[in-house]
Each structure stands twice: as C-alpha cells, then as structure tokens.
C-alpha cells in the first residue's frame, strides 16, 4: 500500500498528534502554574535554548547577523566581529526571527511555537521515510512512534537518567530548541529523497537527488552535528549500494554525483565563514585532538544488534540483503559507528555527546524498526503482513514510556518554571527602562557598547538577554564568545568579587559537582564528564592555583578595574544573601526597585 491522500496520511498526522501532544507538556504546566501571573517565558528543556533564544531575539530586535546578545557586541563597519557558531548555522535562527519580527513576536513565544511545531513536523518526516521503504502506513506510524517515544532511552538519558540524577531532565531529546529541533526534520527528509533517487524511474531520480542536495545544503547552514551525520549516512548508503548493486550503477552514481555537487556548493561557503571564526570558539567548542576509537555508546551498540539480526536473517537465507531496504536498513545502523569514530582517521573529536542524544539515538531506531519489518516479512517481502496486533502492543509500550518519561519530572518542570518565569519579570523591567532611558543607544564604549547588568544568579544572567537589551558583566556560557583568555577571567574574577566570593567561598563552589563556577573556571568538558573524549576530574591542586590567582586578583583591585567594564545595573535575590559590601566601595546604588523575587538597582561609579 502506498501512502498516497489524506486517507493514508491520517496514521502519520495521529502520531504526530500523539508526539506534540507529550511535547508541550512542560508548557502547559508551566501555564497552569503561573496563569495571569505569567511573564512570557517559554518551558526549557535545556539550558542552552536560553542562550539560542538570546540570539534569536538579538535578530528580531534588528541587529546583524554577527551579534553577541551577552556582550552587546555588533558586527559594524569599525568594529567587525568574527563569525560564531549562531552566525554560521544561521538558517534555522532566521526562520525563526523573520517571521517573529513580522508578526511582533518575542524570541520566547516563537520558541513556543517551535515547540508545537517541530516535533509535529518531524513525526510527519519520520513517517514519510519509513513509509516509502515498507509501504504499509500503519507500520511507518508505529515505527515512528517507537522512534521518537525511545529515542532517550536509546541514548542513555531520559528516565534512566533522572533516576540516577536530579540535575536537568530530558526525554524527547530532539525538543532542544532551536537546535536541533528547527533542522531536525530535514534530515529525514534528505533521507527520504535519497531513498527515492536511488529506487524510482530515471526521469525522477535527478530532480529527487536535486531535493536531496538542496537539503544536504540546508543542513550544513543549520547544524554540524545533523549534517556531518547525514553526510555520513551517506556514505554508507553509497558504499553498500554499490557493494551489493555492482550490475546497475549508472543511475544511482548520476543520483549520488547530483547531491556531492550541490553539497559542495555549500560546502564552500560555509568553510570561508568557518575560517572568519573567532580564536575562541574552538576551546568553546570543546574541540579535542585524538585517534582514540568510540565502540561502546548506546546508539551504536544498538545498531551492532541490528546488523547481525540482518547478517543472521541473510545467513538463513529469511532476506535479501542486496534489497535497496535491507541497504538502508544497515546504513542506519552503520551511520552512529561512522560519527563516533570519524576521529580515527581525522584526529579530531568535537562533543560527540550531540551525536548520541541528538541524532544517532534516532538513526539506530529507525535501523531497527526497518530491519525487524525486513526479517518478519522474509523473502516474501509485504505479502506476509506483520501482525498489528503485536505492533499495537509494542506502540503501547512505547508511548506508555514517553508518558512516564515527560511526567515523571513534574517536580523539576515546576521548580525550573516557576523560577525562570519569575525572573522574567525583572528582565522584562529593563527591557522597559531601556525604551524609556534610551541607554542603550547612548554608550560609546567600544569594549562594552551596552550598558552592563551584574546578575549575581547565573540563571537570571542566563535569560537576561531573551528580554532586554542590555549586556552582561559576565555569564557561564561567556566561553563561547569571543573574548580573549584574559578579559573571559577579569569579568569572572569581578564577578566573584562584586557579590562577595572570597576564597573560601570559591574553593568550596569549584568542588561541588555541575558548578557554574567550576565550569567558567575549567571548562564545561572537565565539570560534565563526557563532552569530550579528552575530558579529565578537576584536581585539589589546580583548585587551589584557580582559588590562589582570584585572590591575587582581589587584592590588587583598583578603581582602574572597577572602571574597566563600567556597570548599570545589579540585580540580586530580595532575601539578602548577597553581599555586596565590595561593589558598594566603588558604586553607589540607589534604593532598588522589588520585582518578584529579584531587587534591581541601578549603580554609578564613585567619584
């Protein structure tokens, strides 16, 4: 059966359903908790969509393309700024900001509706792809419901993690928004162009390889960790293709040769805005130099299960491992060993945690479900029908999973909700002064041309952006901007200082683990195991040289530091559990203004 009107397409637009559904979740408590009180935030699934968001929101507001919403800092004809990641996988962030700027939207409200959006599009993609290769719709729902309801656990995350660990929560790994989310269905996508160059008529197989190369370019300008994986894919598609297929290979070589060149085309782009990068962003990037090989993640144990289940089916004689579906089925298989180990060959290893929960997780699922279709249908192929009976039992055992995994974090939504969107509240008062104080057009300071915020809450400082306009004395996610080594320190170590870190302070904030501070001070790859394959334990010694450097600091401060990155604003918790005796030496605040949880003030420099 094809999948061809509404009528066939109604099983792929159900399990979309199904999937937004438990998708929003995390917002709709979020409204059901705050309801008139609430301030516009979105519902994180990761920290990281805040600082995505930021940029998003820098481009609604008319800034370029090379911004930097912490710092203030703009691309400008005296002050050119080198590329970053945003600025270069640039395609979903204009998706987003155009038509947010069109219809008055805020950068948090378009991350709504990506929320609603993404993850029904991308059940649709993943549909469409299993569908054209097994051709029974029914089948192509449920595979992608599996897909998507296992994808955490195919991965390592989602409840297995919370049970060991209350820091964060994850379940549809793919949510992070904007990446990979907003490209996510690209992919599959591709994918399934792919499929279709390779398997229909001549006259076709061109325009369908033209639509694959033209996403294959998409993705390259969206997000490195879904295209290097679909470049990857497919390779392994061609080199099985033509192993197994050696008798015909002129069609498929013409498909393959349509999608390299337009692959190439925006390849060439990319590497000269690749090599406009600022010094920093690969220290940011956690890029480390290694041959070391990567057998043992999930996603590609996963798909070791797969490949000998189809080299078993193809012993027995139960497949034809030359079908174009038995090829694609081990190519998804094939494609998490290819990204894990790529550094074998290239020396090279960038965070290849984002290939494990964004996309190899999924990948290895979609191998899976292919390849147990193949080997139940046998040699007979869709004449043997796979019994629905049992896959409604596995489609319940997999949505019923998905259920536990979103509500199971409940506690953690609520907690994470009711601070981010109080906070907002704050964020949005200076958004609100700097309308009506036009500060932010006055500075002239090339090294701060925003007026600076001290937020003494790291996840205040965080979100600031996504609402107001000002920039920020400092914030943890400061390494990857581009700042030079010293200046990322001196606004660390100031930080610390305007709201009371001493020494001892600080020797027990870098020993505790998912420290903010450990993490500025060290790296995120030494704080969160796992970022890089190069990552290593924080040691007591370089605790105390960290601790010994911030307290040489301290004790040299000067009016001259205090003046270097001149601040604005200071927003603190109202409980008082700040000290700020050491910022009040060199600024004068004024009374402060309550705003939920938070005290904002605003500060001059001593005379």
Not at 31 to 58: K, T
Not at 59 to 72: A, H, Q
Not at 308 to 316: D, E, F, I, R, T
Request: hydrophobic residues 50%.
């Amino acid at each position: 059966m094809r999948c061809r009107g509404i009528e066939n397409w109604k099983w792929g637009i159900w399990a979309a359903l199904a999937i937004t559904l438990l998708s929003v979740y995390p917002q709709l408590v979020m409204w059901g908790l705050r309801g008139q009180q609430w301030n516009g935030s979105f519902a994180e699934g990761d920290a990281d969509e805040w600082v995505y968001a930021a940029y998003v929101q820098a481009l609604i507001d008319g800034r370029p393309r090379r911004n930097d919403p912490y710092t203030g800092r703009d691309d400008q004809p005296d002050r050119p700024q080198p590329e970053s990641l945003f600025s270069i996988q640039y395609v979903p962030a204009y998706l987003l900001a155009v038509p947010a700027r069109f219809l008055g939207l805020s950068s948090s409200t378009a991350f709504i509706v990506l929320g609603i959006l993404g993850p029904f599009f991308s059940c649709l993609a993943i549909f469409w792809l299993i569908e054209n290769i097994v051709n029974d719709p029914r089948l192509a729902a449920a595979g992608t419901l599996i897909v998507i309801c296992f994808g955490a656990l195919a991965a390592g995350q989602g409840l297995v993690a919370l049970l060991i660990s209350d820091y964060g929560y994850s379940h549809f790994l793919f949510l992070r928004r904007y990446e990979p989310l907003a490209p996510f269905p690209l992919f599959f996508l591709f994918c399934t162009f792919v499929w279709k160059a390779l398997t229909t008529t001549r006259r076709n197989s061109i325009a369908w390889a033209a639509a694959a190369g033209l996403t294959l370019g998409l993705l390259v300008f969206s997000y490195f960790y879904l295209w290097t994986s679909a470049a990857a894919w497919l390779a392994c598609v061609a080199l099985l293709w033509f192993i197994a297929r050696p008798e015909n290979l002129r069609q498929p070589a013409r498909s393959l040769i349509t999608i390299l060149v337009f692959a190439v085309a925006a390849l060439v782009p990319y590497v000269i805005l690749l090599s406009r990068r600022s010094p920093t962003m690969d220290s940011g990037q956690k890029l480390a130099l290694s041959h070391a090989p990567d057998l043992f993640r999930i996603p590609e144990l996963l798909g070791f299960g797969v490949i000998a289940l189809m080299v078993l089916g193809a012993l027995k004689r139960r497949i034809n491992w030359r079908a174009p579906d038995s090829l694609f089925a081990a190519s998804f298989s094939l494609m998490p060993l290819v990204v894990f180990n790529q550094q074998v060959i290239t020396g090279r290893s960038l965070q290849p945690f984002h290939y494990e929960v964004f996309i190899a997780n999924y990948a290895a699922l979609v191998g899976a479900v292919l390849a147990v279709v193949i080997t139940w249908r046998g040699t007979d192929g869709p004449k043997r029908a796979v019994p629905y009976s049992i896959v409604a039992r596995a489609v319940f055992v997999a949505v019923l999973w998905a259920v536990v995994e979103v509500v199971a974090p409940t506690k953690l939504i609520i907690r994470f909700s009711e601070f981010t969107d109080r906070a907002a509240a704050v964020c949005q008062r200076l958004r609100h002064l700097a309308k009506s104080d036009r500060e932010v057009t006055t500075s002239t300071n090339r090294s701060d041309p925003r007026p600076l915020v001290l937020a003494s809450d790291d996840k205040v400082a965080l979100i600031l952006p996504v609402f107001a306009p000002q920039a920020l004395l400092w914030e943890s996610h400061f390494e990857f901007l581009n700042l030079q080594p010293d200046e990322t320190s001196e606004r660390f170590y100031k930080h610390l200082y305007y709201i009371g870190i001493d020494g001892n302070k600080l020797t027990k904030e870098l020993g505790e683990p998912m420290s903010n501070f450990a993490a500025a001070a060290f790296g995120r790859e030494r704080v969160i195991l796992g970022q890089s394959v190069m990552s290593r334990p924080i040691t007591s010694e370089e605790i105390a040289k960290k601790v010994f450097d911030y307290k040489a600091y301290t004790n040299s401060f000067s009016r001259e530091e205090a003046a270097e990155h001149l601040l604005s604003y200071v927003i603190v918790p109202a409980d008082g559990s700040i000290d700020l005796s050491n910022l009040d030496r060199w600024y004068q605040r004024d009374i402060g203004e309550h705003i939920g949880d938070h005290v904002l003030y605003r500060v001059q420099l001593r005379q």
